[in-house]
């Protein structure tokens, strides 16, 4: 038999070009102060690493309900429906809409920044009638000119960011969720760089829809995404006429699989639920009202270091989020240049513009496992010590 | 101002309901034969804990290259448009529906078990206009029954599955290819349980777009779902009137990332990608055509061990999977209790049967790293020594 095969064997004609010879890899050491990825808290990697089981295993099924419960929370919320989608943040942002937006219906989106603007093109696909209001990147919404604006279009969904990644906005909440309980709406949710960091409370902000990433606040890796439902959600679900547009994120398939009927949907990322399961007993262990603290004091004495260097932050005070800060590129000075220089001198990840702020500001996350004084003191160090070469007259004379 | 702080966190009023105290786990031992996941190569395993690096980073860019040709080497095409889906295969598998099929469409779907009844769904999602051809399960179609269908539905995508995890049977490929061109169809076809394992032509058999996972013939955890378009599927892509129906899945802004241009789309599961990029290099030294005849050895010995215990499988030797074998459980026997069995006492996963097969069958994964004459001599083992037990009347027996 085995000489047949080997016969067989012969007959494989296979293509090499693309066979690259490859060795295994080491990666370069990170210090990741962008606006995430941020590094991951070593038990998670550890986590990681553990053998895979079966996704139907009695073990893997406990450990579900583990993430399920540690994740309900750090959201602060009784919902059901609460688990990590099988796919990075983007996609349980997606699972928002999919599930709950049936064509025609308004979505308002209140656009701040880079993320409303995904949430719009998001709910357009899924054949909402979109309306956005919008307000310049780094600043945020006010209570009235929500209310205005909810009165004018009657939206089926509200959608904002609380956390706005690509400015550092963080999104006042304090009556946003009556209102859309006024107007009928559902109120959708962007907790993506605030999970974990900042306060937040899915229920007692009457939150219907939310999602979240894992490799921010949560020092894991990023490959899941945070999703949460609440009843009035889950009751447009039930009501809705047609089939969720979209097999992969469908909650009511899911729910079988997470719910108690354990019915197969998809083969889950079992590693990346060990890393996310760790990463959130982590964050149970610190408790949230220490982890929020963390985050706050050591943004304070970021941004106090800044300023006193005489850098200007983008976002005013009161609205800046502790987890991200946007830091002004002063006038003469090449920010790309600093920025490749923090990466390839010092393994320093620091994060540029999108969109509107593109080429003007850094973005620097101190996140999760990050947010330290010792990250603060050093990054503050090199910007003291290593910006001035970065301005233009410097490196024109250098 | 941490005095201030710290009248301030008296404030966070938060719910310790869901606060649930776990300790750090470890997993059970699992030998896993089931239909996937598969163990994990443990170098795949090591390079998954590696510390995360930004997904723009350009140690992670050149790490983006090496996945996208060691893949197109292990599916032998030269398709441009070939990348691993930040999801599960059923991401995939959901990529290769949204980026191909226009609203009314006709889709044929070739249906011989679990899977066909899935892309069935998928489509229907998607708008599609479905017409299926059915098999038993344990059945696979001849080329003139697809012939018969091409000419009758005039169909503009052809899916079929290619190795069914539902049932064990290898669809054989060859003129189908040929047919869908001359029948002005895209062929769309499902590699999920047959990448790494059992020969795969994608260029060769003329294949339009596949879909494959990361936890079986890889060797590495479930999380990622390989990708591929080849030239036609990429002209209908661009020649489409709306906008692809999902935006996670879109290709054409995918392609954006993963193409030469690098634009952010979403943040990557960078730990992933370390983990399948060592997962491809493994294939890659092993080499398509030992790692494919290194499957067919031990699973003809399986099958030959099998039968000599008086086990009958259930497909017909000439379309069995090299990498899934399904086993008619006896009518004697309680063939969930003895996988319970073997998993309480053994640590073995054995797969049940899906649909048609419930209860009818075991399913016995011999993939990637567990394809060993160790793991094949270990489990005819147990057939033959603790099998007995399971039968009627030795249970009432005892």
Redesign the interface.
């Known amino acids: 038999?085995?000489m047949a095969?080997?016969t067989?064997?012969t007959l494989?004609?296979?293509?090499?070009?693309?066979?690259?010879?490859?060795?295994?890899?080491?990666?370069?050491?990170?210090l990741?102060l962008?606006p995430?990825?941020s590094?991951?808290h070593p038990?998670v990697?550890?986590?990681?690493?553990?053998?895979?089981?079966?996704?139907l295993?009695p073990?893997y099924i406990e450990?579900m309900a583990?993430v399920q419960?540690?994740l309900?929370?750090a959201w602060?919320t009784?919902n059901r429906l609460t688990l990590p989608m099988?796919?990075?943040?983007?996609?349980a942002m997606?699972a928002t809409i999919a599930n709950s937006v049936e064509p025609n219906e308004i979505v308002l989106v209140a656009k701040k920044g880079y993320f409303g603007s995904?949430l719009e093109?998001?709910a357009?696909?899924?054949g909402a009638n979109v309306k956005t209001i919008e307000k310049p990147w780094g600043h945020a919404f006010a209570l009235d000119e929500i209310q205005a604006a909810l009165e004018m279009y009657k939206p089926s969904i509200f959608a904002i960011v609380h956390a706005e990644t690509s400015t550092g906005v963080c999104q006042p909440m304090d009556g946003i969720g009556d209102l859309c309980r006024k107007f009928d709406s559902l109120l959708l949710v962007d907790t993506v760089t605030s999970l974990g960091g900042v306060?937040l409370f899915i229920?007692?902000w009457k939150i219907d829809l939310a999602y979240s990433?894992s490799?921010k606040g949560l020092s894991c890796?990023?490959?899941l995404g945070p999703f949460t439902m609440g009843p009035r959600a889950e009751e447009k679900l039930a009501l809705r006429k047609g089939?969720?547009?979209?097999?992969?994120l469908d909650v009511s398939l899911l729910n079988k699989y997470w719910g108690s009927d354990r019915v197969?949907?998809?083969?889950?990322?079992?590693?990346?639920n060990?890393g996310i399961?760790?990463a959130l007993?982590l964050l149970?262990n610190e408790?949230?009202?220490q982890a929020?603290?963390r985050h706050?004091?050591n943004a304070?004495r970021l941004w106090n270091g800044l300023e006193s260097l005489g850098l200007e932050l983008h976002v005013s005070e009161d609205l800046r989020l502790p987890t991200l800060t946007t830091i002004r590129i002063p006038a003469d000075v090449d920010g790309k240049a600093f920025s490749l220089h923090l990466?390839n001198e010092h393994g320093i990840?620091l994060g540029g513009g999108?969109g509107d702020l593109s080429g003007k500001v850094w973005r620097l996350g101190l996140m999760g496992y990050n947010s330290t004084l010792d990250n603060v003191n050093l990054i503050l160090n090199l910007f003291e010590t290593e910006l001035p070469r970065f301005k233009n007259n410097s490196v024109a004379a250098s």
């Open positions: 038999m085995s095969l080997q067989k064997q494989f004609d296979i293509d090499q070009s693309h066979k690259k010879t490859c060795n295994p890899f080491s990666v370069p050491k990170r990741l962008g995430g990825p590094n991951s038990d990697l550890k986590a990681l690493s553990l053998p895979p089981v079966g996704h295993d073990f450990l583990e419960e540690l309900r929370y602060q009784n099988s796919g990075t943040g983007s996609a997606e995904r093109d998001m357009g696909r899924y306060p229920d007692k990433c490799q890796p990023p490959g089939q969720v547009p979209n097999w992969y197969y949907h998809h083969t889950a990322p079992v590693n990346m060990f399961r760790e007993r149970a408790g949230l009202e929020w603290t706050k004091i304070q990466l990840e999108l």
